[in-house]
């Protein structure tokens, strides 16, 4: 008798072995765990890569970006300690991935990203998914969303040289915010900020590599 492949699972045992590894990898969040077997990968990786949804590794989309691997969405959701009364700013919406998981932790959701197809494309799975918590903005992310801070949790899905001020800005006291930090050519660090009342402490998290966070909006 032969060992089935992995692409050969049933739906369960392919979720079963998603949330195995995203335990396995420093997942251990209840919240987040549910958040992420609740929203379906698969939906948000289209074409040649759809099917590799379910593995733990970055895929590219469109406009020259990726979709992050799963375990640091996971990591990075578990990290901003998001509650149920959260209004969040995600910057680069993506694929639209990581705000749909942060849809089902957050009261709001507001995701931005510099490519107008993106958001287009985020925004229609969203409807699709009856994700109504989540507003999706086509906007130079570098500066927040000013007209709708302050924020309780803000993530950057690109990597900084530094946490930008405009974002730091936008942050509540008592606010978090995870973002890469680092040149691009080089391994990152993934840095948890928490606004206190004079201001902020650092913490930094594990490496990470992500695309740059580049100031204006896309050509696309």
């Known amino acids: 008798m ?3 492949a992995p692409g050969d699972d049933t739906p369960a045992e392919r979720q079963m072995r998603f949330l195995y590894t995203l335990r396995s990898r420093g997942v251990t969040d209840g919240r987040v765990l549910t958040a992420m077997e609740r929203i379906d990968r698969g939906a948000f990786v289209k074409g040649l890569f759809a ?10 989309i469109a406009c020259g970006q ?18 149920p009364r959260d209004k969040v700013l995600e910057v680069g919406t993506g694929s639209g991935y990581q705000a749909a998981v942060l849809s089902q932790l ?21 409807r699709q998914l009856h994700l109504t918590n989540i ?3 086509a906007a130079d992310g570098s500066f927040g969303l000013p ?11 690109a990597a900084a040289e530094d946490p930008p001020g405009p974002l730091l800005a936008q942050l509540k ?19 948890k900020v928490t606004r206190l009342e004079q201001g902020f402490d650092y913490e930094e ?16």
């Open 51 to 60: 099917e590799r949804a379910y593995e733990d590794m970055p895929l590219p």
């Open 2 to 4: 032969t060992e089935d």
């Open 173 to 191: 006291i008592g606010g978090i915010m995870v973002v890469p930090v680092g040149q691009t050519d080089a391994v990152q660090n993934l840095i």
């Open 205 to 220: 998290l594990r490496p990470v590599r992500f695309v740059p966070l580049v100031e204006g909006l896309g050509t696309d």
């Open 106 to 126: 957050a009261r709001r959701v507001y995701t931005v990203d510099r490519h107008r197809r993106l958001v287009r494309e985020a925004s229609e799975i969203f």
């Open 147 to 157: 007209d709708q801070a302050p924020f309780d949790r803000i993530l950057v899905t």
């Open 66 to 83: 990726t979709i992050s691997q799963p375990s640091v969405v996971g990591l990075m959701s578990q990290a901003l300690a998001v509650s």
């Open 135 to 137: 507003t999706a903005f």
